[in-house]
């Protein structure tokens, strides 16, 4: 069993950044592939950013291609999401996720989720 926490979520003005955290524990995530997710009041949850398990591929919703970096430190078991140039349609409560068989690009595919943290942009 994995438990993934989210963390570093907040509110911040249009045009500024956030780091997001996924803290992992119970096992080690090394193997695993993950991704960052969001889901916004009234939407469905949507791929945001996936890493694969060694860093190697990484892909990017368009909506924050250019303006998100995600990483991961497998000796932390941590993955980060870095939020740059934020705008009000970024708002949404942010999910990371892992899948043990692949790539996290589709919330279909994820093993293991964690409990959100809530990104709110004012413009």
């Known amino acids: 069993q994995v438990r993934l926490v989210e963390s570093g979520g907040g509110l911040v003005q249009a045009g500024g950044s956030l780091s997001l955290s996924c803290a992992a524990s119970?096992?080690?995530?090394?193997?695993?592939?993950m991704g960052w997710f969001r889901q916004a009041p009234g939407k469905e949850r949507e791929f945001v950013a996936a890493?694969?398990?060694?860093?190697?591929?990484?892909s990017y919703a368009d909506s924050v291609k250019g303006r998100s970096t995600i990483s991961r430190d497998n000796a932390k078991n941590t993955v980060y999401l870095q939020m740059n140039s934020l705008k009000p349609e970024d708002t949404a409560v942010y999910y990371c996720?892992?899948?043990?068989?692949?790539?996290?690009?589709?919330?279909?595919?994820?093993?293991?989720w964690g409990q959100g943290t809530q990104v709110t942009v004012s413009s």
């Open positions: 890493t694969s398990w060694s860093g190697g591929s990484i």
């Open positions: 119970g096992r080690t995530i090394s193997h695993y592939g």
């Open positions: 996720g892992a899948n043990f068989f692949g790539r996290a690009t589709t919330a279909a595919s994820i093993s293991y």
